[in-house]
């Protein structure tokens, strides 16, 4: 069975920042893509980051490039989301996907598996 257990959320500072986990099992990262999509109060969805299982390529989405890094711990079947110089836009909750095939997507429909979510709230 495939799980995804997201932690590391919270209320921190603009200009602050944070590093989510993503615990997962019945999956290894070379099985299927991995990544992060978010979801702010009265919004919709939106993509945050993933990577391809096979050339392990990262993505980004514009609004976070240069701020966030996505990776991943082999040995801890773990995987992050470092989110850095944090903006008041960027509070949501945050979701860590795993996709039913290799390639890095932006589409939500291309991720079978998803965590529960882990709020993070950005105070001005």
């Known amino acids: 069975e495939v799980q995804l257990v997201e932690s590391g959320g919270g209320l921190v500072q603009a200009g602050g920042s944070l590093r989510l986990s993503c615990a997962v099992s019945?999956?290894?990262?070379?099985?299927?893509?991995i990544g992060w999509f978010r979801q702010a109060p009265g919004k919709e969805r939106e993509w945050v980051s993933c990577?391809?299982?096979?050339?392990?390529?990262?993505n980004y989405a514009d609004s976070v490039k240069g701020r966030f890094a996505i990776s991943v711990d082999n040995a801890k079947n773990t995987m992050y989301l470092q989110i850095n110089s944090l903006k008041p836009e960027d509070t949501a909750v945050y979701y860590c996907?795993?996709?039913?095939?290799?390639?890095?997507?932006?589409?939500?429909?291309?991720?079978?598996?998803w965590g529960q979510g882990t709020q993070v709230t950005v105070s001005s």
């Open positions: 996907v795993a996709g039913i095939d290799y390639y890095c997507s932006g589409y939500g429909r291309d991720y079978g598996y």
């Open positions: 019945g999956f290894t990262f070379d099985d299927y893509a």
């Open positions: 990577i391809s299982s096979r050339e392990g390529n990262t």
